[in-house]
């Protein structure tokens, strides 16, 4: 009897640990991470703000960036552009950009030199001798040097420069050929450090004003004239409120493409990759667009009835040259001279 109450007791704890035993497989079978499929991705929305209106060739060429970054990643990478200050001033656009609230932006150096001030010569007089001069500066060693110290102190990585046009002045009421001619005109400015300088030096009453308010303000004779690039002049459509455009070309003007640092290190790296291609590929054809629309846009205001002056350049240079030498412990001695003698 008791050897086969043994062989029962045997029978039933084997039993019993091959149950254990099939349990604890199950269980650890359903702990095991499931490794995700390389081809599973989640789609990522970036958010890009300006405050160019809608015909402007920026506002133009960043729809074109979102679509091609969309058909690039199959859907999985959207940029959603917000022009025509739709998010703010320019200087709520930075600080979205700095706090992480906007993910991309068109920001000029006046806004970013406000948080770095090195940034600033970039909007200074006649710092750069033409378009290529630009080009060269801000994608050469200088401008690398001057971008990635603006992304470890502000957390905006620039990520390509766009040539915005060359500044020229226009008025309602005085032609300006030579600076004593801006004497006692109200001249709408950028309301940034440099700009306003520039415009002071230039002999002029600097007016800071947000882009978006000038219209107005030179329809209702608030302001006498202002400064801007051709393709921003007819963007703006300031040439049905303006009689005068003065060719000073004072900023040949460059407006980074900016990017919150830490929302580009979190992008998967597909995603970074097809961002940074588009953006290569698409910002010279921003460029040679607003240097092309440059070249014609002097006779659609002729035609439109706005008087064209060609001023004396050498004397806007040697009036603005105080500009170069009040600022320069500003952006740092030497950094001048290092972009004048790029070639």
Known sequence: MLSKARKILVIVFIIGFSLILAWTGSMLRQEEPVEPKEDIIKPVTLKLAHVYGIDHPFSIGMEKLAARVKEKSNGKLIVNTYDSSRLGSEKDIADGVANGIIDMALIGPGELGKRFKPILIFDAPYVFKDLDHMQKVTRGVVGRELWDS??????????????????????????????????????????????????????????????????????????????????????????????????????????????????????????????????NEVAPMINGEIAAKEEVMLEEFRESGMHVIQPDVEAFKKTTASVIKEYEDTWGQGLYERIQNVQ
């Open 150 to 279: 603006l992304a470890m102190q502000t957390g905006i990585r620039v990520l390509a420069s766009l040539y915005y046009g060359t500044r020229h002045v226009t008025t309602s009421m005085v032609p300006i050929s030579m600076p004593a001619d801006l004497q006692e005109v109200k001249l709408r400015t950028p309301d940034q450090p440099l700009s306003v300088a520039n415009v002071k030096a230039m002999g002029a009453d600097p007016v800071p004003m947000a882009l978006f308010e000038v219209y107005l303000a030179l329809q209702q004779g608030i302001v006498d004239g202002q400064e801007n690039p051709l393709p921003t002049i007819a963007s703006q459509r300031f040439n049905e409120v303006q009689k005068y455009i003065s060719l000073t070309g004072h900023v040949i003007q460059v407006i980074p493409l900016t990017i919150s640092d830490k929302k580009l290190h979190s992008l998967p790296k597909e995603m970074k990759e097809v961002l940074i291609e588009t953006i």
